[in-house]
């Protein structure tokens, strides 16, 4: 079933369960409500787990569901009743700076909870001081941003997005994860917007790793399928859509460039893959007809798929794999790819699928990397991929954590889910 469509039945099939599990019923969180009643402070917004189990079991999409539950409703407590102030642009700030925005970051943070009152001696002082900077820290990790304790134009833009806008955030991820229900313990998760892998067995995570997803303009997308083959030292067939969007132009303006790019033109498959000279290129038959040509890199250590690739059975042409651009791994940010999705340990990652459905432990891979011969393992038995948009999430030390909108699904999936709601009070009445 299409996500959209799985989103829709929850909103016009289930929603009157819903809100009374979340007790929604008098208001729609779509919309401002008084709530004078709701008596919980901010310093309880990001109060931690203390419980071992809840922290243990985060991986449980219930759980996780729960939580963000509590979150929700303290979120919406503050949006009805605290004003949020916006910080001004301005220089960066750092520890032992001082500055009139300093009391405003702080003010922030303590409602936020990444600050406690009991570690501030002033929430007007304007010092940057050392326990603001470790807070600081605290809310660029749960934001998924570079963690350096700076209040720096993105730390500024993260601190002013508003609390209405987190509680809406809150509730379509809420629903989100109502839909995300795996049917085994052991499963990939790729969450998009948090740019990471996790692999989770017997319901915990037992390797995490960053991501590198697709571009705004090159999106991966969000599905199910299942990891069914592994190739080592894959060659790279050049698909057709990055062939005419990076390759062609970039040839156009230099001929040389198939070399330097350690590209082929080739035609045919297998034993009947002829090689063709760059010059020889004809456009006319690139990707076209029956015997086309095409771009083809060899297997190397510098191959751009790198040592290994993981593929699917899913509907797209998308699949898990090694890269040689391993720099990119340390930008925050990490929306570079043309709809695949690369992986920061993918060794590891190949060890542990293969003990989880071959039995084999690393020594028997060994081989197979150490060369350059490609090889193809077909797993015994296919492990779950869910491609997941979680823009708000709670992480495995308990946190509440938000990612940015990378793909605007968040606004889309709100207004829908407002038309849905609109229509459905127009049925009724």
Same mark, same amino acid.
Not at 43 to 48: G, S, V
Not at 223 to 228: A, L, R
Not at 238 to 242: A, D, E, F, G, N
Not at 349 to 353: E, G, H, I, M
């Given at each position: 079933? &299409?996500y959209?469509l799985?989103?829709? %039945?929850v909103?016009?099939g289930?929603y009157?369960?819903?809100?009374?599990?979340? +007790?929604l019923?008098?208001?729609?969180p779509? =919309?401002?409500?008084?709530?004078?009643?709701?008596?919980e402070?901010s310093?309880?917004?990001?109060?931690?787990l @203390?419980?071992a189990?809840d922290?243990?079991?985060?991986a449980?999409?219930l759980? =996780?569901i729960q939580?963000l539950?509590?979150?929700y409703?303290?979120y919406?407590?503050?949006?009805?009743?605290r004003q949020?102030?916006t910080?001004?642009r301005?220089?960066?700030?750092?520890f032992? *700076?001082?500055?009139?925005?300093?009391p405003?970051i702080?003010?922030?943070?303590?409602t936020l909870g990444?600050?406690?009152l009991?570690?501030?001696s002033?929430?007007? *002082?304007?010092?940057? *001081?050392?326990e603001?900077?470790?807070?600081l820290?605290?809310?660029?990790?749960?934001h998924?941003?570079?963690i350096?304790g700076?209040?720096?134009?993105?730390?500024?833009?993260?601190?002013?997005?508003? $609390?209405?806008?987190?509680? *809406?955030?809150?509730?379509?991820?809420?629903? /989100?994860?109502q839909q995300?229900?795996?049917?085994?313990?052991r499963?990939?998760?790729v969450n998009?917007p948090?740019? /990471?892998?996790h692999?989770?067995e017997?319901g915990k995570?037992?390797?995490s %790793?960053? @991501?590198i997803?697709?571009?705004?303009?090159?999106?991966?997308?969000i599905? +199910? @399928?299942?990891?069914?083959r592994?190739?080592?030292?894959?060659?790279w067939h050049?698909?057709?859509?990055?062939a005419?969007?990076?390759?062609?132009?970039?040839?156009e303006?230099d001929p040389?460039f198939?070399?330097?790019a350690?590209?082929n033109?080739v035609?045919?498959?297998?034993?009947?893959?002829?090689?063709i000279a760059?010059?020889?290129?004809?456009?006319?038959?690139?990707?076209?007809? +029956?015997?086309? &040509?095409?771009?083809?890199e060899?297997p190397? #250590?510098?191959n751009?798929?790198?040592?290994?690739?993981?593929l699917? #059975?899913g509907?797209?042409s998308v699949?898990?794999?090694d890269?040689?651009?391993?720099?990119?791994?340390?930008?925050?940010k990490?929306?570079f790819?043309s709809?695949c999705?690369?992986v920061?340990?993918?060794?590891q990652?190949?060890?542990?699928?293969m003990? %989880?459905t071959?039995g084999w432990?690393s020594s028997?891979?060994?081989? $197979?990397?150490?060369? +350059?011969? @490609?090889?193809h393992?077909?797993?015994?038995?296919?492990?779950?991929?869910?491609?997941t948009y979680w823009t708000?999430f709670?992480d =495995?030390?308990?946190d509440?954590?938000f990612?940015?909108?990378l793909?605007k699904r968040?606004?889309?999936?709100?207004?829908?889910?407002?038309?849905? $709601?609109l229509?459905?009070?127009?049925?009724?009445?």
């Open positions: 079933m &299409q959209l799985a989103l829709a %039945m909103v016009l289930s009157a369960s819903l809100c009374q599990s979340m +007790e019923a008098a208001t729609s779509l =919309q401002s409500a008084n709530q004078n009643s709701v008596t402070t310093a309880d917004l990001l109060k931690p @203390t419980n189990e922290v243990k079991h985060l449980s999409d759980n =996780q939580i539950q509590k979150k409703e303290k919406r407590a503050l949006a009805d009743t949020w102030k910080i001004p301005g220089p960066l700030l750092r032992g *700076d001082t500055h009139p925005h300093v405003l702080r003010e922030k943070l303590i990444d600050l406690s009991a570690n501030c002033s929430i007007s *002082d304007p010092l940057f *001081d050392i603001l900077h470790e807070a820290e605290r809310f660029q990790k749960r998924g941003a570079k350096d700076i209040a720096g134009p993105e730390t500024r833009r993260t601190l002013n997005v508003s $609390l209405h806008k987190r509680v *809406d955030q809150l509730y379509v991820n809420i629903l /989100r994860l995300f229900q795996p049917n085994t313990d499963y990939i998760q998009v948090d740019f /990471r892998l692999l989770i017997q995570s037992i390797l %790793m960053k @991501t997803v697709g571009k705004k303009k090159r999106k991966t997308p599905f +199910e @399928t299942e990891v069914n592994i190739v080592i030292n894959p060659s050049v698909p057709k859509s990055i005419y969007k990076d390759i062609v132009p970039e040839l303006k040389s198939l070399k330097k350690r590209l033109l035609t045919g498959w297998g034993n009947n893959k002829r090689f760059a010059e020889d290129i004809d456009y006319n038959k690139l990707y076209k007809g +029956e015997n086309y &040509q095409r771009f083809w060899a190397s #250590s510098s751009t798929l790198g040592s290994v690739k993981f699917t #059975s509907p797209y699949y898990l794999h890269t040689s651009a391993k720099s990119l791994f340390n930008e925050s990490r929306a790819s709809g999705i690369r920061e340990q993918p060794r990652l190949a060890d542990q699928l003990r %989880m071959q432990n028997k891979l060994d081989p $197979l990397f150490e060369q +350059e011969k @490609t090889k393992i077909r797993l015994l038995d296919p492990i779950p991929l869910h491609v708000a709670i =495995q030390d308990g509440l954590n990612r940015h909108d793909y968040d606004r889309y999936d709100l207004t829908r889910l407002q038309e849905a $709601l229509s459905t009070d127009a049925r009724q009445n």
